[in-house]
């Protein structure tokens, strides 16, 4: 309603500014030179041309898209935001050049980032949930890729042409290197489209394929119990005959395409990288003509740190593809104390390579942290993250410690014996013989070589610990505090704690040194709880002296009188 307001204001006063213009002059020449030597005549213009221009392009994003939905409006306002004040901020380098051409390359720039913006959310959410109408829906979007990636294209070519025609470095040369990446964006945006499309059309022929392998079994179960009644079987005639119409395609269960995560993630790393040779090289150029450009800073940090992000990110999930086939199959033990998987949220059972049926998608599959998920969704959710989803460790097994806390938590996940892959119990609170206290091996005291999952932050005289499950015993001995029970639960405890580093104090003479204390002699601590509470650790120098009793005040005075007399 405010932008139909804002429409109508701007339609009527370019229209009182027209009118005004040819009464004023006698001829149509005169009152267009008017018109266009009046500065506010210009903008009041340049206004309408934009309304005109907005209310286009909004009908055409109407039927190439349909409404936008609220969280994409709002994901429009952020990304905007962000493309003006970059835009604001290379107006300061190139401030010679801003005029009526700088704002029509700027109007066009933004034009094709809010349209591949949109393009880019619509096939995110095609990849997250099937559309109501499949026709219309591809048909708008294929529409509407090609459109953005043929009009990026288009105005990348006219600004390398006036780049050379130039022969300098001007403003186009920012306008070029933009449009480059936006036409790197927009292809990522189709080819990624297209993936999600051919996935889409794997699955559809291997359900087809996977419901006529059904209703053919039927079929020959069918005949068979029809056989042996002819054979004159007691059984037979009491069994009930199988029908195909039985049998649904959402009772069928298909694989899929399972290298498509690796053909996104390295669809990624590759147009990552590509924006990053380009904004690279326009640093460098601007850097050498103009000065520091700050516009593209962010760009370019965000740029970097994506890439080398999608990098690890690969490497990792390569790497956990590869452990995948060496994780341990649950067992009905395993499955016993939680069978539901925590992604699909759908019944796991045990393995049985003799089911024709069942995929090797449903496979259950063991952590080395202990925890269990079907083997599609981990291969699902490890093309996002490489950890797993319940405790946050990480799934390569290589510098794994075990999760005794979570359900069946063996060694690496291979379901051992307690005595092949835990430490002996203490006896008594006392360690053995052959075993470090705290834990530790022999041999190393002293040395963290693994630190598990402890985070420790010296903020000068603070220290700041967090620690979940287990670890929370080896924060505790670190910061000096009683360390608690570890949390028996499968999602394990999670506490944080903080204290003061102990400041050594001036020194004192020999004789006015008291005599020999135990460790906690003179502090304050408080044991660590698994809920997360602060544990404090205040040395003595931290803390004013108590004062002495009453009581003892007057001994010593009666005693110092004593003194006296004598």
């Not at 701007?10 to 009182?16: D, G, I, P, V």
């Not at 949930?129 to 990026?152: D, E, G, I, K, M």
């Not at 209703?215 to 042996?228: N, T, V, Y």
């Not at 942290?369 to 490890?382: D, F, R, Y």
Request: glycine share 8%; with cysteine.
């Amino acid at each position: 309603m405010r932008l139909a307001w804002y429409a109508g204001c701007s339609t009527a006063l370019a229209a009182s500014v027209v009118v005004s213009a040819f009464h004023q002059r006698a001829n149509f020449y005169s009152a267009v030179v008017h018109l266009g030597q009046n500065s506010l005549s210009l903008v009041v213009l340049a206004n309408l041309i934009l309304v005109l221009y907005g209310a286009l392009m909004y009908g055409l994003q109407r039927l190439c898209f349909g409404p936008l939905r609220p969280v994409e409006i709002e994901q429009l306002y952020e990304r905007a935001w962000f493309a003006v004040t970059e835009t604001c901020l290379a107006m300061t380098i190139f401030r010679e050049e801003v005029g009526p051409f700088f704002l029509f390359m700027f109007t066009a720039l933004v034009t094709g980032k809010v349209w591949g913006w949109i393009g880019e959310g619509r096939v995110e959410i095609f990849e997250q949930q099937p559309p109501a109408n499949p026709r219309l829906f591809h048909t708008r979007l294929s529409v509407s890729l090609l459109l953005s990636v043929a009009y990026n294209v288009w105005m990348l070519k006219y600004c390398v042409n006036t780049v050379v025609q130039q022969a300098r470095p001007t403003m186009m040369v920012m306008f070029l290197f933009e449009f480059a990446v936006q036409t790197v964006t927009s292809s990522q945006t189709g080819i990624r489209y297209l993936f999600s499309m051919w996935e889409q059309h794997i699955t559809r022929v291997q359900t087809r394929n996977g419901l006529e392998q059904r209703k053919r079994q039927i079929r020959e179960r069918r005949a068979e119990i029809l056989r042996r009644r002819e054979q004159g079987d007691a059984e037979a005639e009491n069994e009930e005959l199988p029908s195909e119409g039985d049998v649904e395609e959402m009772d069928i269960e298909v694989p899929g395409w399972d290298a498509k995560g690796l053909y996104i993630l390295s669809l990624d790393l590759v147009s990552d990288f590509l924006k990053l040779c380009i904004y690279t090289a326009f640093f460098c150029v601007l850097m050498t003509f103009y000065g520091l450009p700050i516009h593209i800073i962010r760009d370019w940090f965000m740029t970097t740190r994506s890439f080398i992000k999608r990098l690890n990110a690969l490497l990792r999930y390569r790497q956990a593809l590869r452990d995948m086939d060496q994780y341990a199959d649950a067992t009905e033990q395993d499955l016993g104390q939680d069978d539901t998987c925590i992604i699909c949220r759908e019944e796991m059972r045990p393995w049985n390579p003799q089911d024709p049926i069942r995929l090797e998608r449903t496979r259950a599959k063991k952590l080395p942290c202990g925890h269990i998920l079907h083997q599609g969704c981990l291969k699902s959710w490890l093309e996002r993250q490489q950890v797993c989803p319940t405790c946050r460790r990480p799934v390569s097994r290589e510098g794994q410690q075990p999760n005794q806390n979570a359900p069946g938590g063996g060694f690496n996940g291979l379901n051992l014996p307690a005595a092949q892959n835990q430490q002996p119990q203490p006896i008594n609170g006392q360690a053995p013989a052959n075993q470090a206290p705290n834990g530790l091996l022999p041999g190393n005291q002293g040395n963290n070589q693994n630190n598990g999952g402890v985070r420790m932050f010296n903020l000068g005289p603070i220290r700041l610990g967090f620690a979940q499950g287990q670890d929370i015993q080896e924060m505790a001995r670190r910061m000096g505090t009683i360390a608690p029970e570890a949390n028996p639960s499968p999602l394990g405890g999670l506490a944080g704690g903080w204290s003061f580093n102990n400041v050594p104090s001036s020194p004192q003479p020999e004789a006015s040194q008291p005599g020999p204390s135990t460790k906690r002699e003179g502090e304050e601590q408080e044991e660590v709880e698994s809920d997360g509470r602060l544990s404090i650790d205040a040395s003595e120098s931290h803390r004013p002296r108590p004062r002495p009793a009453p009581a003892a005040v007057e001994d010593a005075e009666d005693e110092e009188a004593a003194a006296g007399r004598s």
